[in-house]
């Protein structure tokens, strides 16, 4: 049993949990991450670290509530305890040797783009944060960002926050006006990370994804996770989750993750009338 230390709302939709997990804070590394179940009868879900503290042995979550398993996850408060949280799983960033990089995150992607952003800040390389959300409401971890950000740009769909538009916007201004990076690592939504990538091949400049697929059980064994790379099957919980931006299949995995909403949505419908069932 894992003991939550702290919880808040970030915003309507996402959630930060502190969790009690000395061992999984000892080896955790940015972008790895863990598999939970909140309750003994619950889904295995994956979700990347969003931070650590070797000291206090904690590990920080950020979480959407999209389906069964993130809605009972959100259903519990601090002092209770999440029943299973295995990790750190799959490979860390690489960023040894980068001076350079633009980091873009999108929505709650960018809880998984900020433990990045700041270990690239930490060994010294120069970090510019592109991060988008569709509105004001929905922004997370501006502060965190900006400490951690040479340049901190914020883009919105609708304009009520930051500059009106999408994150491959000042991306592509900045390597029109020839800035050179090292590298761009991009993580949040499939369509998002396409795009990126889109306009980061037209500078040839390396291009660094983070892939989140359906995960089961987080070894390679299940074979959910599977994506193609460079025209090979490769599986986000060992091989990744990070990949060659260059060479992944995008459309195929927006096809293959699309296939499993409608069960995502009723098993989603049934534990929220089960939670509420038991509060009442």
Do not use: W
């Amino acid at each position: 049993m894992f003991k939550i230390v702290s919880k808040k709302e970030l915003n309507p939709t996402v959630t930060f949990m502190s969790v009690e997990a000395p061992l999984v804070a000892k080896k955790a590394k940015a972008g790895q991450f863990i598999i939970f179940r909140a309750k003994e009868d619950s889904e295995r879900i994956p979700l990347t670290i969003a931070g650590y503290d070797r000291e206090k042995g904690t590990v920080d979550i950020i979480f959407q509530i999209v389906g069964a398993g993130t809605e009972v996850l959100n259903s519990l408060n601090e002092g209770e305890n999440i029943q299973d949280f295995v990790g750190p799983l799959g490979n860390p960033t690489e960023i040894e040797g980068l001076k350079k990089v633009a980091v873009v995150g999108g929505g709650v992607g960018c809880a998984i783009a900020y433990p990045v952003a700041k270990a690239l800040h930490e060994q010294g390389c120069e970090v510019t944060s592109i991060v988008g959300f569709r509105n004001k409401d929905l922004v997370i971890l501006e502060d965190e960002f900006k400490a951690v950000s040479s340049d901190y740009i914020l883009m919105s769909d609708d304009g009520s926050v930051g500059e009106k538009g999408v994150v491959t916007q000042p991306l592509d201004k900045l390597l029109a006006d020839g800035t050179e990076f090292d590298e761009v690592i991009a993580i949040g939504p499939l369509i998002m990370m396409k795009f990126v990538v889109a306009t980061t091949k037209k500078y040839n400049v390396k291009t660094v994804v983070s892939m989140n697929p359906i995960m089961v059980d987080g070894t390679g064994m299940c074979g959910g996770c599977r994506l193609t790379v460079g025209g090979k099957t490769k599986f986000a919980c060992v091989d990744g989750p990070d990949f060659d931006g260059f060479e992944v299949d995008f459309d195929e995995a927006m096809a293959r993750g699309s296939v499993y909403k409608p069960f995502e949505t009723k098993a989603r419908e049934e534990t929220c009338n089960l939670l509420k069932k038991e509060v009442q």
